[in-house]
């Protein structure tokens, strides 16, 4: 077990790159949710169309959900990553408080 922790000096800038990463995962959830938009309407309503849509239709719903709780995790990975480095700064005060 560590004997001290240490905070680095850019922890809380360095989850925030965490925030950055959710936004381009955003993205690329826009773009798929526009391509299945487009996949529903395109493919028809005949027998293929429907063979199509059996196909895509689901694993298409379940990429979205994927990526979106992709960006969820990463959004929570940042604000518990910077809520940590808070609670570091707020030691680091009161362990200084305490010294005057």
């Given at each position: 077990m560590a004997k001290r922790l240490m905070k680095l000096e850019d922890l809380k800038s360095a989850f925030g790159k965490f925030d950055e990463m959710s936004e381009l995962v955003e993205?690329?959830?826009?773009?798929?949710?526009?391509?299945?938009?487009?996949?529903?309407?395109?493919?028809?309503?005949?027998?293929?169309?429907?063979?199509?849509?059996e196909k895509v239709d689901e694993p298409t719903e379940n990429l979205t959900n994927l990526v979106d709780g992709i960006r969820n995790k990463l959004l929570s990975i940042s604000r518990h990553g910077q809520d940590t480095a808070d609670l570091f700064d707020a030691t680091d005060q009161h362990a200084t408080d305490l010294v005057k």
């Open positions: 993205k690329v959830k826009v773009e798929i949710v526009e391509v299945g938009a487009k996949n529903r309407t395109a493919a028809g309503s005949d027998q293929i169309g429907k063979q199509y849509h």
